[in-house]
């Protein structure tokens, strides 16, 4: 799908009869073209009925003239810089890559394992043990935060990392909002926030660099940069399935509907893991990290962390969800509706080892009682 300006897509479809046509679309209404309707089901995490009947109509390849996309990408250029690695293609993008995979790739990973390790068992200490109902979505989004403010700044509890946590979320909060720079507007806060993290990064790594060199890389990229990427824009004018696809043209592929399409994944509102069974599934078809040469730079260390802690809940926990049926909403970013509560007990093969008298009392009390 492509979102663009009503001026350029007129000015475009009336230029040289030599070049292959635009992608068939809508204009919808003047001004907002579709984006009231965009924004109205994909806040209710319902995409897939505003593309469904255009695919159907158009195919997969269309054009969308909805503004909030343009606002977004403005938004972001405004929040971190025209200099953000979000803007950087070609040779800028390859090198800023390269720096990044030092610390992403395996040997910083293997760096991280012992203090990873650590930080995931006195989690399950401080936040579920003698727990029987915890609120999840908010104690793992304060874990996530707190593991990679640890590992890469080495900030732990105390003020500064309360308010670099409350600036993240305040600068996540305005993240996909029309750029209304007014005192207590959520993209006014969010600005504040952001040039609050930037100069708390500038600190650190400025810190780091005495000690370590290789710090002094980052420099680059974090004084007035984000890691955080956006819709992409066209540079440069070229065709794509028959169609011309003009200069300054934004290029958006929704990665939910390829994420629900039946083709691949077999009644997608239900999770089933035989999807990834055999040889998997064909490229570019599951993408929660993105792909090609733009891959999220944290794909290793978001899978290394998500095992590790996979693999403490499995081993000490059961649970079930006290709304089963609980929905998803986006503001900007997708949340549980109620907070993702759950219901914990000790697991039954944790509690027999508590009966014979062999769990690491570091990692959970015998004390705490398996309840029936």
């Not at 663009?4 to 009336?14: H, I, K, L």
């Not at 003047?30 to 965009?38: D, H, I, R, S």
């Not at 500038?202 to 005495?210: F, H, L, N, P, V």
């Not at 007035?224 to 043209?249: A, H, M, N, Q």
Request: proline share 7%.
């Amino acid at each position: 799908m492509i979102s663009n300006e009503e001026e350029e897509e007129a000015e475009a479809r009336t230029s040289s009869n030599k070049k292959a046509p635009l992608p068939p679309g809508s204009l919808g209404l003047p001004l907002l073209g579709e984006t009231l309707e965009f924004l109205r089901l994909t806040q209710a995490d319902k995409s897939a009925e505003f593309l469904n009947p255009r695919v159907a109509k158009y195919g997969q390849f269309m054009t969308a003239p909805i503004v909030f996309r343009r606002f977004l990408v403005s938004n972001l250029v405004q929040l971190f810089g025209p200099n953000s690695l979000m803007n950087k293609t070609g040779e800028q993008y390859k090198y800023a890559h390269h720096i990044f995979t030092s610390f992403f790739g395996p040997d910083g990973l293997q760096s991280f394992m012992p203090r990873m390790e650590k930080m995931v068992r006195d989690h399950f200490v401080k936040f579920w043990e003698g727990k029987f109902e915890i609120m999840v979505f908010a104690i793992i989004k304060q874990f996530t935060f707190a593991l990679a403010a640890d590992l890469f700044f080495s900030i732990t509890e105390g003020p500064q990392f309360w308010s670099f946590e409350h600036d993240l979320f305040t600068l996540l909060q305005g993240i996909g909002l029309p750029p209304i720079d007014f005192p207590g507007t959520s993209y006014h806060n969010a600005k504040l926030s952001c040039d609050r993290i930037l100069c708390t990064l500038d600190t650190i790594i400025s810190q780091r660099c005495k000690v370590n060199d290789s710090y002094s890389k980052l420099f680059p990229f974090f004084e007035d940069e984000s890691l955080l990427t956006g819709f992409r824009e066209c540079v440069k004018e070229f065709e794509y399935e028959g169609y011309t696809i003009p200069k300054g043209w934004r290029l958006f592929w929704h990665l939910g509907r390829s994420h629900m399409s039946p083709q691949f994944f077999p009644n997608p509102e239900r999770f089933d893991p035989d999807w990834f069974e055999g040889l998997g599934l064909p490229l570019f078809t599951y993408m929660p990290f993105g792909g090609g040469p733009q891959i999220c730079l944290g794909m290793e260390f978001a899978r290394t962390k998500m095992v590790v802690f996979l693999h403490h809940l499995v081993l000490n926990y059961e649970w079930s969800m006290v709304n089963p049926n609980e929905g998803v909403v986006r503001n900007p970013l997708p949340v549980f509706q109620k907070g993702l509560p759950l219901k914990i007990k000790i697991s039954k093969f944790l509690w027999d080892k508590c009966l014979l008298g062999l769990t690491n009392n570091n990692l959970l009390e015998i004390s705490f009682r398996y309840p029936s």
